[in-house]
């Protein structure tokens, strides 16, 4: 190891891109396939656990300590959690609220002073412009669902420390003794 | 308006009966991201995706047949 060269350097453009959107620091650091790679690793992680919960996994007023680690992933979770709120998401007049839907119940988008007004499907009656709400996940799908958008978050925690911080990777190299360097130096593959 | 259509990322997948099987996707995706930020060379993230991936798997079934057997076979033994 050559000992003039830092043990951590500080990269603060690829830690800012790495906080937009998963695997963008690596690309703003010169390693675009690393990048790609980590990019549809969170985001694949993501979407799946979206597409297995649905869009109720997602929820920073329900599942707030499960939000902290799903906003991790970024923007793109903090902008699911706003799709879910503010377009799936019913308005309880009587708890003074919004809360996930009930099974049979409507949404109605232009209901005043609150937007989004629950409304039993048995006195839609003729009503037109309801929206069916999203579908409540529960049990293992629920859970699965959640753990798999948690981790995309987790994940994508490590990437962004790596983008700002470039660790030194172990480099594999042909020499009997392993030498260390500093992983933005190498490049992409 | 058809309320049984199911609409992908808004409704959850009727996966309740065969949800263990989602370990094996979770643990592949897991692994490559991991291994997308470690490994020197990318040239090695699919071998080292597949390995990992194998360990998630046979670990997490390790530790669920430890634990069937403990509360099944051991706890019994010792409450009886």
Redesign the interface.
Known sequence: MNPSTPDVSFEPLALFAACVLPGLGHAARGERARGLAIGVGVLGLFAGGVLIGGIDVVDRREDGVWFLGQALVGPVAIATDYVHQSRFKVYDDRLRRYRSAYPGELRDPNSAPEPGKAVPSGQAGTRTGLQKPNVKSVGKVNELGTLFTALAGMLNLIAIIDAGFPTRRREIASSPTPTLKPAGAGGGA | ?T?LAY??????????AS?YL?LV??AI??A???K??????????ARDTAVMAMQIIVGMVALGAAAYLFIEVVLPRLVR
């Open positions: 308006m309320f609409r992908p990322f808004i409704d959850p997948l009727g996966v309740h949800w989602l996707p979770c995706l897991v490559f991201t991991y997308a930020v470690r490994v020197p060379d990318l040239r090695r993230l």
